[in-house]
């Protein structure tokens, strides 16, 4: 079964340019998450989708938007890029059945450089 | 504001040692709290995970230990093997999908 897969591996912008990154969420799986994984912070929950729907949303600024497509899969845009949106960008996808316990599987990420 | 602290950043350990990093939450909310495993160029991978109505769990060489009232958790890797060499995170969510991250503690094993 394939996993949680990103596109692409690696996105170099210069900053104010605007960034899409994708997500293809495991087969069945109707929940999409993205993080951002910075130097030394962890991983910050930028977004959760369902069923189409934006459920959650972390404490980033607006620029930070997606969307869910009918066959799930989901896109992360970041306009006016800064440099210190510079990080991995992780997807992650669940069952979306049982909030609270649903095991959440990541893709590799995405590396974003922004110059 | 980091919602969960883990402690230590990095962590050198014997072939055969026992590894242990703690990790504390203040939001008495949460309640479920996975351990993740990310080897370098890899997404994270659930390892396991303790709801708060016990106080451990062992799946094979991997234990969370609990403490509700001091709101702390830690996991142990008994017998650690060059291969557990990864970066490890703490979580904890409030039954929003939000899963709040530590920011990771560096494993070496030392064959």
């Known amino acids: 079964e394939a996993g949680v897969t990103q596109s692409p591996t690696h996105l170099i912008k210069t900053r104010g340019q605007q960034a899409t990154l994708r997500c293809s969420p495991i087969?069945?799986?109707?929940?999409v998450y993205w993080y951002q994984q910075a130097l030394g912070l962890g991983l910050q929950f930028l977004l959760w989708y369902d069923e189409g729907e934006e459920r959650n949303r972390g404490n980033f600024p607006p620029r930070f938007s997606g969307r869910q497509f009918p066959n799930y899969s989901s896109e992360l845009n970041v306009n006016a890029l800064e440099l210190e949106d510079s990080a991995l960008y992780l997807c992650a996808s669940s069952l979306g059945d049982r909030p609270g316990t649903d095991t959440q599987y990541f893709g590799p990420g995405t590396r974003l450089t922004v110059l | 504001q980091q919602q969960v602290k883990q402690s230590p950043q990095s962590l050198i350990v014997q072939k055969g040692g026992i590894s242990i990093i703690n990790c504390a939450y203040e939001n008495t909310a949460f309640d479920y709290f996975p351990w993740y495993q990310q080897f370098p160029g890899k997404g994270p991978a659930l390892l396991i995970a303790i709801r708060p109505d016990v106080s451990e769990k062992k799946e094979g060489r991997f234990t969370i230990s609990f403490n509700k009232s001091a709101k702390q958790f830690s996991l142990h890797i008994m017998d650690s093997q060059p291969g557990d060499s990864a970066t490890y995170f703490c979580a904890a969510e409030a039954g929003a999908n939000n899963l709040f991250f530590g920011t990771g503690t560096r494993l070496t094993v030392i064959p």
């Open positions: 087969s069945g799986h109707t929940s």
